[in-house]
Structures are given as C-alpha cells and as structure tokens.
C-alpha cells in the first residue's frame, strides 16, 4: 500500500473538522485540478482502464485529482498530497487500443481522510472542504484587485505568445469560483496552484493569489523589457 505524503497540503488542513468521508477513486497527477477548471486526459495503464469500465457501469461518473509530491504518474509508488479536486467525467471515448480519452471539469475541494488499498486504482476516503459561508462575505475591491492584475497578466503573457482572450470569458459571481478562475487563467505553476488549492479560508487564498499574480506580473514585464 502506497503512504502518502505529509506535505504542504495536508498539513495546512491537520487541524480542521471535515463532514463524513466517503470513498472515491482518485487520479494522482503532476499537474492541480481547481474547481471549475477542464482537464484532459490520455489513460492507458491497465489500472485506469478498470477504472473507466467500473465507471462505465455504474451510475458514477466522478472520480477525484491529487498533486504527486514525489515520483511519476505512471506505474505507481508515487507519494501523494492530502488536497485535491473532485472531477465529474464531461466526455469519454475509448480507443481502438483499449485507452480512454477523457474530459473531466472539477467541481469541489477535497481533503483526502485515509488513503486504501490501490486495488485496483487508487482510492481513499474523502471529505468535500468547501469554503464557509461567513468566508463568501469578501471585499468587494480585493476580488477587483486580483481581477484586474489578472487580465493585466494574462495580457502580457498574450503578448509573448500565449493563447486566448480573457475579455470574453464572463467570471463567476460567487467569490470562491471567482478566485479559482482566476488562478486557472493566470499562468501559474503547479505548486502555485497547490498552495491556493490548500489554503483553508478563502480570505487568506485571495491575498495569496494577489500576491502571486503581482510577482507574475513583474515577471512577465521583465522578460519582455529583456526582449524574451
């Protein structure tokens, strides 16, 4: 049985109460899943293959995403974070090699509670940490704030090449989805990610997320004062 790692996220949670777990299969990634972001996926390995058939035949099209502290998606042993995402299954096409091209979207946060058996996926039990509602009540002018950064970001990363025109994507009224929006749109790391992904209120998640898209922001100005 793989033990999973004590790192950043689930440490940041230790002393939170969480509702009753309930088991759910679970992709660990190299890469974070936020609520309302699309992941795509290519899934050959015989484990994921059973996966997506159990999926297939149940009335279950959920499973759940966590970070990889250390190792490789592939082949197990990896260790893995305590903080993840759960994902509900958008599409999903076998190939004709028996692999599986899947679109998921997250949905909410999770906080993994014990870990099981990978027999023959992984899987563990899991609580949903959702924000609270006294939490929701933020300052209007800091989601502003962290909005407007974003675009100003985003439209530099535009400038060295990226993809996309964030003018035409409407952002979600409710302050939660709104600060993972913008942590999805902004051209941040993983562990970036993570970190906003494991932060416990959303007040302080906001202020961290002003405070990495301000560091993006220099970033990116001094790259192309560079000509990069």
Request: negative net charge.
């Amino acid at each position: 049985m793989i033990v999973p790692g004590t790192g950043e996220d689930s440490s940041s949670s230790g002393d939170l109460e969480f509702p009753e777990s309930r088991e759910l299969a679970l992709f660990p990634l190299g890469s974070v899943l936020l609520p309302g972001m699309a992941l795509q996926l290519h899934l050959f390995e015989p484990r994921y293959r059973v996966l997506m058939h159990d999926l297939q035949h149940s009335e279950s099209a959920e499973f759940g995403v966590v970070l990889i502290d250390r190792g490789s998606e592939v082949g197990g042993g990896e260790t893995r974070g305590g903080v993840g995402c759960r994902a509900v299954i958008s599409q999903a096409v076998e190939q004709l090699d028996g692999s599986w091209a899947v679109v998921a979207i997250g949905t909410e946060r999770l906080h993994v509670t014990r870990w099981l058996e990978d027999d023959p996926y992984p899987r563990a039990l899991v609580a949903v940490w959702a924000d609270s509602d006294a939490d929701q009540r933020q300052d209007p002018s800091r989601l502003s704030l962290a909005e407007r950064i974003a675009r100003r970001v985003f439209a530099l990363a535009v400038e060295m090449g990226a993809q996309g025109d964030l003018s035409s994507i409407e952002l979600s009224s409710d302050p939660s989805s709104r600060v993972y929006q913008l942590a999805t749109l902004a051209p941040l790391g993983a562990l970036d990610r993570r970190r906003l992904l494991a932060t416990p209120d959303l007040t302080t998640r906001l202020e961290l997320l002003v405070e990495m898209l301000e560091e993006q922001e220099l970033l990116l100005q001094g790259r192309l004062s560079l000509g990069e």
